[in-house]
């Protein structure tokens, strides 16, 4: 799957390298290749939090927004549950 996010379009894939995202990671975006890595492991609702917040990662990088990771966590929080809840 890929998403345009404000221009730049991410490559959104599953992994459980570890290696990649580290054990402790559910998600990871790196901009330098546009992509967005997922933990496979992870239920269909924590993959979708996870990628809302990742989403909201390359947002704050390119509107340099500079977030802390609590404010990129409530943002993908709330993002996630007004879409999930009006079927947007």
């Known amino acids: 799957m890929r998403i345009d996010i404000l221009g ?3 490559k959104v894939v599953e992994t459980d390298d570890n ?11 790196q901009h330098s ?3 967005i890595q997922i933990r496979k492991s992870l239920g269909k ?16 990088y390119k509107l340099s927004l500079d977030f802390d990771e609590e404010t990129t966590d409530r943002m993908a929080q709330a993002v996630a549950y007004v879409v999930n809840n009006n079927k947007i």
Not at 19 to 29: K, P, Q, R, Y
Request: net charge negative; proline share 0%.
């Open 8 to 10: 730049t379009k991410y």
């Open 45 to 60: 609702q924590c993959k979708n939090l996870t990628l809302w917040h990742e989403i909201i990662h390359a947002i704050d």
């Open 19 to 29: 290696n990649n995202i580290g054990e402790d990671t559910w998600g990871l975006v």
């Open 33 to 35: 290749d546009s992509t």
